[in-house]
């Protein structure tokens, strides 16, 4: 697949100077109307050493305004980083919408070296690849521009580099041990390169095998496709803009009688004197077991759904009570700030992911995506849609890593929703959690009923199924919560 | 200093529980106060085992609204934490404004076991309490409420506690080894503790000692005096914020004649083909120096401050030139975002600390307090006066930690800046660099450089000397921002 990238093509240093004056400009304009775009733009730099990658990156960041780019480069994992999943650190790296990521040494290094250097076998590395092309395709149906740009060198080409570098005193410096390895090893590269390319080929994220032996053809290219492809997208996402405000207005909701949550055994209850007895029991257990857990290095991720008033405060708190403030942290969700809302909808979780060995609860988490954002209208069909996706995705590589995830939905009937409403309103400390909105949200009771439905047929996969929680006996519902996240947590730490 | 919490005080259930509804529902009015105010709560928790620390902050996160709230308590430092000074970890657990940052096993805890296990002798210990002093005092400055409780136990009830404890088999995991050595250390732990007291009671930052014996009578205590400092707080910023906007207008620029910028010789100049030998010696120079710094694990901090147009932009780019991509972040600083806005004006600074072996550039910085925040007026007098001494200790605490600090001010003269922008606004692709506020700036050009001068006098220590480059020829300049961080890096890799 690289012979078109070793035809030789060159451009004249003539040339090259009088094309530079307007691209730039282009550029420049283009980045200004980026700035209140509502995506951002991702470019990709992989390929052969020497090809003019890092080159390349240079003379964007001289030509544009640097305020908008931001260059980045990824080392081997730290000890820190390998606490979490591995593309923890990608998602903290993307770019803020309105701005350009340039990625060199990017998500492809790893798998790339690793295939090259043995150090895994091609169907890990096919794995890989599909975690990279599921984290792009999520990138871009959020409306990221994606570009890759595979800069390549023939073998001779490469050879001929090396040697004019390692001639001039002042440039000797640039040629490391690791590039002359490289060059011996030069068809495994491409081999392996030819396989990548293939694979992660994609129409959202493209890659442009880019002939990197001239100077003046590489930037030019680079630079043209870039500016070409923000220009179109600027276009696309104009016109997206507006169908979907159409669509917006025209949706319909298609009412169903039975649900996942109508099936519930709401009437379970507790005797306080089993309650209290229970309680301190597993309190108990719980306080043992993320000790065990903070020294085997096990996280542990909570979410807490539930209806308003189902008393996922109280059943938290009961968490919290039996374990070590050292070790948890309580992360309510409520409308996103500006840094969180110039991002995918799942950036901000993944910032919050905890250390090895920590509890991170989640009072309210990404599911909004598929609730309130989905009835209230403020994520469009289409959005809401792939977000069930989406969020198995992410929990996955959760699981994958290692993460104990329980996910409860708190439930009470709409009679007793009503009794707790009422009972907030006379009791001075409490009224301040009842909120106008709390009961307007008990109007839609039925469209978030079909909502919580499909969540539960969605993302109750076998790595991260629900917890329904029967919460109109408060008690009850405080030992299921509690003897679920043992349970979880116990089994676990025996196969940990 | 502790027979004043060693009086056996109780409340009774009976009172306990007649005070509390009145209370809960004072402190969450005030929480929804605090909501829109300008300024954060911090709590710390120390003191003896067993005092109720954990106990009292858990009844807090009960009794009030939790998405006010954030507990943090801090481990031993990670590897990437210690690559940073050791209050990277403090300002980043900052409470936000509106909100209650508690702090269990917080800055006070390292120091006060450190001093008991003899790790560090008194004067270290002494000096870790200037440094806590020093950054509780800038964050009182800036608003903040601070208030410190020391939970107190004497000898006897505190072996009463333990031996309770460990009868009942449901509690006895709570009973740790810690905790019984601490008991056997108890003499060394309140002497240490006094002197940590006394040293650190400050009218910004008071300590207050509470009896922990009774879960009633310190529940009460703690939670009566949050209240009153609060509701204090409130009113005094209320009234704060009045003067403040009254000073604001009447605020008078005295003129001096000359300044440590006039003296500068701003005719230097480098000929075309001594400064391309120069440039490319130097980058070469520094690419080794960099990767030299990154193997040894030392860290470099570049501030870039100036006139407009005179050729920042330019210069960082030589620099990045000649570095690895994988080793720099350039940092442009413009308008903070809101999660910035709502911390110390230093806090967007610590966050983006370099780890260990890398270089972070900062384009615009920390000045911008002392130059267009005291120019403009967006800062109050009193604000940008003692930023000095903050902008010092900040320093001071990187310098400590090993890294190397370059602060450059480029200059050129007001005829020079002119010239320039008359060409930024003929070159199409430059013209996006000029903007009307640049013109407005230059008309501020005196008062801008007495600020320059201040800023220079009061922040040129010997740890960290501002270099003044004379930019009017940009091959001079260039150049001896290169050359200027080649020494400093060197000398600092012959010292490392």
Known sequence: MFETAELGRKISRQEFKAQVPQLRTELLELQQQLRTADFSVIVVFAGVDGAGKSETVDVLNEWMDPRGLLTRAFDPPSPEEQERPEFWRYWLALPPKG?????????????????????????????????????????????????????????????????????????????????????????????????????????????????????????????????????????????????????????????????????????????????????????GKLHRLTREAKARQLSTILVFEGVDAAGKGGAIHRLTAAMDARLYQVIPIAAPTDEERAQHYLWRFWRHLP?????????????????????????????????????????EQLVEHGTVLVKYWEHITEEEQLRRFESRQQTPYKSYKLTPEDWRNRDKWDVYEQAVNDMVAYTSTNFAPWTLVEGNDKYFARLKVLRMLCERLGAALSRH
């Open 99 to 283: 701005r350009i990521g340039m990625y060199l040494s990017s998500w492809y290094s790893q798998p790339l070296m690793d295939l090259v250097y043995g150090e895994i076998d091609q169907a890990s590395f096919d794995q890989s690849l599909n975690r990279i092309t599921t984290f792009e395709k999520e990138l871009a149906d959020d409306g990221t521009l994606i570009l890759k740009f595979w800069m390549h060198l023939g073998k001779k080409a490469q050879k001929k580099r090396l040697d004019a570098l390692e001639k001039d005193p002042l440039t000797r410096w640039r040629v490391t041990k690791s590039e002359k390895q490289h060059w011996k090893m030069y068809e495994a590269f491409e081999a392996v390169a030819d396989r990548l390319l293939h694979k992660t080929n994609m129409g959202e994220a493209p890659w442009y095998i880019v002939e990197g032996a001239d100077h003046n053809y590489r930037t030019l290219s680079v630079a043209t496709l870039l500016r070409d492809a923000i220009h179109r997208h600027l276009e696309r996402r104009a016109a997206v803009g507006e169908k979907v405000s159409a669509k917006k207005t025209a949706r319909v909701e298609t009412k169903q009688p039975h649900t996942v949550l109508s099936r519930l055994d709401m009437t379970q209850k507790v005797p306080r004197a089993e309650y209290e007895l229970f309680l301190e029991k597993y309190q």
């Open 355 to 395: 250390r090895a060995g920590r509890v991170t609860i989640f009072d309210r988490s990404w599911y909004g995506r598929v609730l309130v954002e989905r009835v209230e209208g403020f994520a469009d069909d289409a959005a809401w849609r792939r977000a069930y996706a989406e969020i198995n995705d992410f929990e």
